[in-house]
T-cell receptor, first 115, second 112 residues
Framework: DTGVSQDPRHKITKRGQNVTFRCDPI?????LYWYRQTLGQGPEFLTY????????KSRLLSDRFSAERPKGSFSTLEIQRTEQGDSAMYLC?????????????FGSGTRLTVV | EDKVVQSPLSLVVHEGDTVTLNCSYEVTNFRSLLWYKQEKKAPTFLFMLTSSGIEKKSGRLSSILDKKELSSILNITATQTGDSAIYLCAVANTGTASKLTFGTGTRLQVTL
């Protein structure tokens, strides 16, 4: 396992539908982060897990968003009742510990388009 | 709320030129500043800076932090077309999440 994998790479959905994204972090990494990036902006923090515990959520994460990391391995991010404003790139990142010695490792992202 | 401002927003240079990208920040409890390169999808890590005045170098890229001025610069010498990308600056505070606050990035285009 050489990197962070995200699936799907692209998702087009109709407004009001639910979508779920998956992230597989680097296997030995205990921390997992979700970020959202819209066009022309830098990534914005959504939430983070240490092992299976979700320890912090941004206020950007409305009640339509939920994230899980069962067993501290892969993570899923679900968006219910999607809105056009949810269209963005959803990036997952993982790190061993704080990741502040060599940065996080980001996945390639899932690009969501809500039509 | 932590804030990162990058300048310029975009830059077009000729191959072989030297460029300097700027990053300024406001953060409540500063831990570190990081630079990433984003070409198509995943941001890739370049540097992490914690101490003022100590230059980090990797090949033609270098970066330095000025904690007094709350800023950092990223220099790229002898630019190549492969350097074309968005360069993102981010800061981490001392909170346990180690979450990053990113700037909007500088889009660099290197032409022949």
């Amino acid at each position: 396992d050489t990197g962070v994998s995200q699936d799907p790479r692209h998702k087009i959905t109709k407004r009001g539908q639910n979508v779920t994204f998956r992230c597989d972090p680097i296997s030995e990494h205990n921390r997992l982060y979700w970020y959202r990036q819209t066009l022309g902006q830098g990534p914005e923090f959504l939430t983070y897990f240490q092992n299976e515990a979700q320890l912090e959520k941004s206020r950007l994460l409305s009640d339509r968003f939920s994230a899980e990391r069962p067993k501290g391995s892969f993570s899923t991010l679900e968006i219910q009742r999607t809105e056009q404003g949810d269209s963005a790139m959803y990036l997952c990142a993982s790190s061993l510990g704080t990741g502040l010695f060599n940065g996080y490792t980001f996945g390639s992202g899932t690009r969501l388009t809500v039509v | 709320e932590d804030k990162v401002v990058q300048s310029p927003l975009s830059l077009v240079v000729h191959e072989g030129d030297t460029v300097t990208l700027n990053c300024s920040y406001e953060v409540t409890n500063f831990r570190s500043l990081l630079w990433y390169k984003q070409e198509k999808k995943a941001p890739t890590f370049l540097f992490m800076l914690t101490s003022s005045g100590i230059e980090k170098k990797s090949g033609r890229l270098s970066s330095i932090l000025d904690k007094k001025e709350l800023s950092s610069i990223l220099n790229i010498t002898a630019t190549q077309t492969g350097d074309s990308a968005i360069y993102l600056c981010a800061v981490a505070n001392t909170g346990t999440a180690s979450k990053l606050t990113f700037g909007t990035g500088t889009r660099l285009q290197v032409t022949l």
